[in-house]
């Protein structure tokens, strides 16, 4: 059995003290993955640093009609909120389709994001993992690896990013707000937090140590863009994502003002669709258009042995979802 | 109904009631207490140790790091752990030699005060191995498969009638086709858990255990640890699900019994979730290659069933999965048979209708096959293929009521016939149907009723409540022998000591304790007759044993059936395939409590719903285990995935059964289910898949190609 030292920090400040005294800490939210991985042996922290009670539990207006969501604004909470659903149906669903109930009434919007992969290698410490013990191989590439990455996976690791919430932040470019001691603040663009595997697949996000998520940032929906996510599961909920898909389209009659398109189930982290989006910007997204732009972005996938199926799934998920959204948004010249 | 108004008019049978089951309010309220949840006073905790490679031996144990975390009590190897005595099972032979037969086999035991202790202690413990090569693919062709002698439950593994290869080949119309169903896990809610506690005072071992029948784990630990059954008691007042995975007793209960003799002190064992896969058994993989050869109006002259599986290389255990085709429709020239090979995988076990349910996945498909291919009605086909006598034995049924189950259930599901598929959006619906069959096993058991001069009653019998409600049922044959209110009767399972019963497996535990308990009511009804005055302070008792009359060999064939119907919608844009509608007809015996007895017939539906389309477990080639180790990763329906199931019945009067008139029901839901999902899914998608489960990668790949059947391509 492996103490840890219990810290229930008041501050942020505070936070920041107690992780840089402590060796290997780490900080704990809502618990509903570090304390999975703790008791599996994945995580052995020196000290838990609670920031649960932090004042970070708001959902503010932004000037400009963005919100600020406080990171550890609750999962279930983010969801029903009537701005969230109003104005970015696709986070309301994003958050709806991940877990359940009960671990959403309790996962953290910070939590959320650091989540890590549910590959079985990574949560089995009697066999080989470069993202738990780098250097150790990956026992996917070879194994059992239906769920794995298509997408920018590299040597190192083919592990994908499960959350379904962060997919929908890439897709609405939202930012996560950090605090990293001393007063020291700095901004990331969610599709900039995590991390392709490279040679370094032991960073899931470019957090540095004794970084604290204090907040994301949602910016102003543009009036008349309509948003969709869509993910396909094994089974009807309480899975994670085969694949996913969100959608941001904004049409100017009839044409794609703006479109902002993101995988999840793909890859190490959200897939920001950007070649497809500028295919797809300024042109009327006729079925034949929209399959084309989906395809030259899907044309970088490298499927593993078992797993080929994901690109035409992921293909046939974004067509549907901007055909609908097209179809919603009113007629197509 | 209020849950309180339970007593009923005695006038009319209580036989039959919709009686509430007894524990509910202890079992929802956490008042009930399970096999880990015993807190004996100074009571310790073990954790086990998984061998990490897949077939080798042990070549050194280094407990040095375990042994000195506070609050260890001991590390138990294969070089210090007690000898155990014999039994008939290898996987019980824990610690008793050097050879890792498959990955996860138990190579140490840690013990210590508290369950972290133990859990710190046993990752703490440094195991070093000879690995040797290992394989755990089954294929057809394999090197290692033999044809057994026996399959599970004692049946021939081949049999053969006629000359079905050259009836086959003059059959006008043919079905050829291969089917695999993967290995699937039980995964009840409540996982495997023993607390023991070794008296050394009086040499007495009382063991609580999460477990499917105590008379059983009593007498073979008996033997494990060599005392006499007397000086063991075994208890299992609640059991949180087993579908065959404690049927009898497994590595937990052994170890935990080891603990217990080793520190003196009370020790519990709860297996974590991510250990089961590997340690408590499974369905085996069943490859299935399916012969059909019929006439053009639907006879069938020519049916082979051949069944390829893997067991481990400790033990042989065969899923009997061609058996069910010997029962099912009466087809001339016929064989049915299985073959085997060891592997070094976990050893497979019962799992919620061995035999039946992969093979009824495949013989029904097939029949939906040759539906196809005669264009025929699916109802039809398999009405023309009724038989009148037990296909393989000759013996005349003691009830089969197949053909009204599936006139019954088409009617009130509304079955389509070979109307084609519908379209809504991307979706594509359809229907499908098969049929269940399930056999009416018996085993003896003893029972003692007991008359109180207060006018209550005790009846006592080792049954063991499941979940499935036995408890009530028991209670209401109880009430119904003697004559009496149900609130009057209390009845006393789940103990050892009590007359010994049967586990609760193979749906004979109702037709078993129940004719027991029926016998020991009736002797007592017919003593208190013949008692005149008040009774006697210590009250009046009786006792039955069935042995004999359980044991006659019936001259009839006897088995429940049933049909099912299923509307399934397939997602073209994912491949996501959802039930939308379950319907199923049983027919077996009388049903003694609609309300329980409802509840088992959907559990089996929903868990056959599981293997259509989301349970799989997949073999590892590189590291030899189940990659499934968790709920997160085997996924058993959700309850968004559970539709609207109906389940109705036609109350049989046979005779020919025991005194209640029952046949077991527990297992025939989830039999056939699977097939009626997947033949639902070719009706809507024009697309035959003939491997389980219907995952979206599968379906969305058929899906991307051509269709493969004429019948959906009509949609």
């Known amino acids: 059995m492996k103490p840890f030292a219990y810290v229930r920090a008041t501050t942020l400040e505070e936070a920041a003290d107690a992780y840089a005294a402590h060796p290997g800490s780490r900080y704990l939210a809502g618990g509903t993955n570090l304390v999975d991985l703790m008791k599996l042996g994945i995580e052995a922290p020196g000290a838990l640093i609670d920031i649960s009670r932090l004042p970070m539990e708001e959902i503010g207006e932004l000037p400009g009609g963005g919100l600020r969501v406080g990171a550890n604004v609750r999962n279930s909470d983010l969801a029903a909120d009537p701005r969230v659903r109003e104005r970015y149906p696709l986070l309301s669903q994003a958050l709806l389709s991940g877990a359940s109930g009960q671990l959403r009434n309790v996962a953290t919007t910070g939590g959320n994001l650091l989540q890590r992969t549910r590959c079985g290698y990574f949560q089995d410490l009697s066999k080989p993992c470069n993202k738990r013990e780098p250097g150790s191989g990956c026992g996917a590439r070879e194994g059992i690896h239906r769920d794995h990455a298509v997408l920018g996976h590299s040597e190192q690791c083919i592990a994908t990013q499960p959350s379904d919430m962060a997919v929908a932040l890439a897709a609405l470019d939202a930012e996560v707000e950090l605090y990293g001691g001393g007063g020291t603040t700095r901004t990331v663009a969610v599709t900039e937090f995590h991390r392709l595997p490279g040679d370094h697949p032991e960073q899931d996000t470019v957090i540095r140590p004794g970084e604290i998520i204090t907040a994301v940032v949602l910016p102003a929906a543009a009036p008349g863009a309509v948003s969709l996510y869509r993910k396909a599961r094994e089974r009807t909920s309480y899975a994670f994502a085969l694949a996913s898909v969100a959608v941001l389209l904004d049409l100017d009659d009839g044409r794609v003002r703006r479109v902002a398109l993101a995988f999840g189930g793909l890859a190490h982290r959200p897939w920001r669709a950007t070649t497809a989006e500028a295919r797809l910007t300024g042109a009327a997204p006729q079925p034949d258009t929209v399959r084309a732009a989906v395809e030259a972005e899907l044309a970088q996938a490298r499927p593993l042995r078992d797993n080929a199926y994901k690109v035409p799934l992921a293909r046939n998920l974004a067509c549907q979802a901007i055909a609908a959204l097209a179809h919603s948004a009113g007629p197509v010249p | ?715």
């Open chain 2, 1 to 715: 109904m209020s849950p309180t108004s339970t007593t009923l008019d005695t006038t009319t049978s209580v036989l039959g009631a919709p009686v509430p089951r007894r524990e509910g309010r202890e079992k929802v309220t956490g008042a009930a207490r399970y096999a880990a949840e015993q807190h004996l006073p100074r009571r310790a905790h073990a954790w086990p140790v998984p061998a990490t490679v897949a077939r080798g031996r042990v070549t050194a144990v280094d407990t040095a790091a375990a042994l000195a975390l506070p609050g260890v009590l001991g590390v138990l190897t294969p070089y210090d752990a007690p000898r155990l005595g014999p039994s008939d099972d290898p996987t019980l032979q824990l610690l008793q030699d050097l050879r890792v037969p498959h990955r996860g086999w138990y190579v140490a035991l840690a013990i210590a005060d508290t369950l972290e202790q133990a859990r710190a202690a046993a990752d703490a413990v440094r195991v070093t191995y000879e690995a040797e090569p290992h394989d755990v693919t089954l294929r057809e062709g394999h090197p290692g498969l033999y044809t057994p002698e026996q399959a599970n439950g004692g049946y021939p593994a081949h049999r053969e009638q006629g000359d079905p290869d050259a009836a086959f080949a003059a059959a006008p119309v043919r079905v050829d086709v291969v089917y695999s169903v993967p290995p699937l896990h039980n995964h009840a809610m409540e996982p495997h858990a023993a607390t023991a506690d070794w008296d050394a005072g009086s040499g007495h071992l009382t063991v609580y255990d999460s477990c499917q029948g105590t008379t059983v784990v009593r007498s073979v630990l008996a033997g494990l640890f060599e005392l006499p059954e007397d000086r063991i008691t075994v208890l299992s007042e609640h059991v949180g699900g087993g579908f065959g995975s404690k049927g009898t007793p497994r590595p937990h209960v052994v170890l935990a019994v080891m603990a217990t003799r080793h520190c003196g002190r009370p020790v519990t064992l709860a297996l974590p979730r991510q250990h089961m896969a590997a340690v408590v058994g499974h369905r085996a993989p069943t490859l299935h290659h399916v012969r059909l050869g019929a006439r053009p109006d639907g006879t069938l002259t020519s049916l082979t069933h051949e069944v390829t599986t893997h067991t481990s290389q400790i033990r042989e255990f065969v899923e009997q999965a061609a058996v069910p085709a010997r029962v099912m429709y009466a087809a001339p020239d016929n064989r049915t048979t299985h073959r085997v090979t060891a592997l070094d995988v976990p050893t497979p076990s019962w799992m919620r209708a061995p035999g039946e349910t992969p093979g009824m996945y495949a013989l029904e498909s097939a029949m939906d096959e040759l539906a196809d291919a005669l264009g025929m009605d699916p109802v039809e086909l398999r009405v023309r293929n009724d038989a009148a006598t037990e296909p393989d034995s000759g013996r005349p049924f003691s009830s089969r009521h197949l053909v009204e189950c599936l006139r019954d259930g088409a009617r009130r599901f509304g079955w389509p016939g070979r109307r084609p598929p519908r379209h809504e959006g991307p979706l594509l619906i359809g229907a499908g149907v098969a049929a269940a069959t399930y056999p009416v096993y018996i085993a003896p058991a003893g029972a003692r009723a007991h008359a109180r001069p207060d006018g209550s009653y005790l009846v006592e019998v080792n049954a063991t409540d499941i979940g499935t409600g036995a408890r009530t049922v028991l209670s209401q044959i109880a009430a119904d022998a003697l004559g009496v209110p149900l609130d009057s009767v209390s009845v006393a399972i789940g103990n050892s000591s009590l007359p010994a019963g049967p586990v609760a497996g193979g749906s004979t535990g109702t037709a078993s304790w129940g004719w027991a308990v029926h016998d020991a009511c009736s002797a007592l009804t017919d003593r208190l007759a013949g008692h005149h005055g008040p009774l006697p302070a210590a009250g009046l008792s009786a006792s039955a044993d069935t042995t004999q009359s359980a044991k006659q060999k019936s001259p009839y064939a006897r088995h429940a059936f049933g049909a099912h119907f299923a509307e399934v919608q397939a997602d073209t844009v994912t491949g996501e395939v959802r039930v939308r509608r379950l319907l199923g007809v049983f027919a077996a015996g009388h049903i003694l409590n609609p309300r329980t007895a409802r509840s088992q017939l959907v559990g089996g539906m929903v868990m056959g719903l599981g293997m259509a389309l989301t349970e799989h477990s997949a073999l590892d080639p590189a590291f030899g285990d189940f990659a499934e180790r968790d709920l997160a990763a085997y996924h058993v329906p959700a309850n968004a995935d559970v539709p609207a199931i109906e389940a109705h019945w036609i109350d049989e009067h046979d005779k020919h059964l025991n005194p209640m008139g029952s046949k077991g029901i527990g297992e025939i839901g989830i039999v056939g289910t699977a097939a009626a999902i997947g033949n639902a899914v070719c009706q809507a998608t024009g697309r035959r898949f003939r491997e389980l489960p219907l995952t979206p990668d599968r379906v969305l790949a058929a899906l991307e190609g051509e269709p493969t059947t004429a019948a959906g391509a009509a949609g």
